[in-house]
């Protein structure tokens, strides 16, 4: 029903940037909040950032003034600019999105996508 499809990923040297993207398809009434996670080998899985429909967003405290998370409503979009990357960034980001079906259904599922893999080299 529902499909969550990152891109952007990819090698880039410590410094420099990358913007990810991510688009929900499918039947979907609405979306009340999208976001990013990530992944090391070995590691938990944390949250980056949120956006909800209304524009509030959350960061965590390592990518506050390097990343900026936006996102398009009208095409079920978000994306993550990171910028002055650094090698403890090097993860696999995945992005959720938190999805109505259907009008009578207050409480959103959330869906994840399969992860983009983001390495940075020193």
């Known amino acids: 029903q529902v499909q969550v499809v990152e891109s952007g990923g990819g090698l880039v040297q410590a410094g420099g940037s990358l913007r990810l993207s991510c688009a929900a398809s499918g039947s979907i009434f609405s979306i009340n909040a999208m976001g990013w996670s990530r992944q090391a080998p070995g590691k938990q899985r944390d949250l980056v950032a949120t956006i909800t429909s209304v524009g509030s967003t959350n960061y965590a405290d390592s990518v506050k003034g390097r990343f900026t998370i936006s996102r398009d409503n009208a095409n079920n979009t978000v994306y993550l600019q990171m910028n002055s990357l650094k090698p403890e960034d090097t993860a696999v980001y995945f992005c959720?999105?938190?999805?109505?079906?259907?009008?009578?259904?207050?409480?959103?599922?959330?869906?994840w996508g399969q992860g983009t893999q983001v390495t940075v080299s020193s």
């Open positions: 959720n999105a938190d999805v109505r079906l259907r009008p009578s259904t207050m409480t959103p599922f959330r869906y």
